[in-house]
């Protein structure tokens, strides 16, 4: 079954990676050219494109978005009576994501080697903070390692850095259930046991959300820590409820800026993003401010200082928009002309293009 699955993806075009139970591969059906968008399970073909972060799919979806329906009954033709490409059984793979807690022994043998992010410009007081260190046994290894805290201050998940470059490796890793985290709102002061992060949202009432952890750090080393990290272009339920819980005054969407290809996929997740949030919060207390480059940790001192200027005119033009068409707006029905209009004027929103 592997080998025929393999073969079929082959000869569509896909450039398979090899990760032990599954494949990885950039998405062929978007012009996608991130390597490690799609996990591909080899067992039954069944896929996930995780920069969509769509759902677990059969892999005769995958083979007509590629190439069109017709061309995919011809191909598939041999599988016709399988299972697994109709009605695969995700819950084996949705199982990977399962809840997981760590024990206290395994963090704390992360070792303080922070030379790989002081490169980077982040100095080791950002890092001791998160608790972060470099991991040297299991499947973190040479993976510089992120402990994600809820909020019992048990470790329920790990995302992992590669430090090793090889091209091989996926240039992050994440155990346990990416849903379920907040991260860093739960990350204690060593010296005190306070929550400085959760305490900082609740002073400032303004929550930056970015995509990445290294979106964080730079941000962190700047002074900036009301900031959490959505891990990819999505909110979960849960950040949707949890952001409720803190009734901030601001939300702050700047996911990655992908102003140099095609299709700025950060753009469209940030514009899907608010919409979403549209549910919970009003639309004067959402806005959507990316970064001046690719990502915040492509920005200088000086570029960031620029973008904090950005994010307070981009707000306040924002919320003179919104109050403008929420006088038209005389039910809650009308909030779906909000959305139409704050959706067509979405290049000022987000001040960059």
């Excluded at 997981?100 to 070792?111: A, H, P, Q, R, W």
């Excluded at 401010?289 to 981009?314: A, I, Q, R, V």
Aim: with cysteine; net charge positive.
């Amino acid at each position: 079954m592997t080998d025929k699955i393999q073969n079929i993806l082959e000869s569509i075009g896909y450039n398979l990676s090899d990760r032990g139970d599954y494949w990885q591969c950039s998405a062929l059906y978007r012009g996608g050219d991130n390597p490690n968008a799609l996990q591909i399970y080899k067992d039954s073909g069944v896929w996930k494109d995780y920069v969509q972060d769509s759902g677990f799919m059969p892999l005769n979806a995958l083979v007509e978005k590629t190439v069109g329906k017709v061309d995919c009954q011809n191909i598939l033709s041999n599988f016709s009576n399988s299972e697994v490409l109709q009605n695969p059984k995700v819950d084996k793979h949705a199982q990977l994501e399962k809840v997981v807690t760590f024990s206290k022994d395994e963090i704390s043998s992360l070792l303080p080697h922070y030379s790989f992010y002081n490169q980077r410009g982040i100095s080791d007081s950002v890092l001791n903070f998160l608790s972060s260190g470099m991991c040297t046994f299991g499947s973190m290894y040479q993976r510089y390692v992120f402990p994600i805290f809820n909020k019992y201050h048990q470790v329920h998940g790990v995302a992992g850095r590669d430090m090793s470059q090889s091209t091989s490796r996926p240039k992050w890793k994440h155990l346990g259930k990416k849903t379920q985290w907040i991260y860093p709102l739960f990350v204690k002061d060593k010296t005190d046991g306070s929550l400085p992060i959760f305490s900082c949202i609740l002073d400032c009432r303004e929550i930056i959300l970015v995509e990445s952890i290294g979106d964080l750090l730079s941000l962190h080393e700047h002074g900036i820590k009301n900031v959490l990290v959505t891990f990819g272009t999505s909110i979960s339920p849960l950040l949707c409820s949890t952001l409720m819980g803190l009734s901030p005054k601001k939300i702050i969407l700047s996911f990655n800026n992908d102003s140099s290809k095609d299709i700025n996929v950060g753009k469209l997740a940030s514009v899907k993003s608010y919409l979403k949030l549209l549910s919970w919060f009003s639309p004067e207390k959402i806005s959507i401010c990316l970064p001046s480059k690719n990502d915040f940790g492509d920005m200088s001192k000086f570029d960031l200082d620029l973008w904090l200027d950005k994010k307070k005119s981009c707000f306040d033009h924002h919320k003179s928009l919104c109050r403008k068409i929420s006088s038209e707006a005389v039910s809650f029905y009308n909030k779906n002309l909000i959305s139409k209009n704050l959706f067509e004027n979405i290049k000022i929103l987000s001040n960059y293009d």
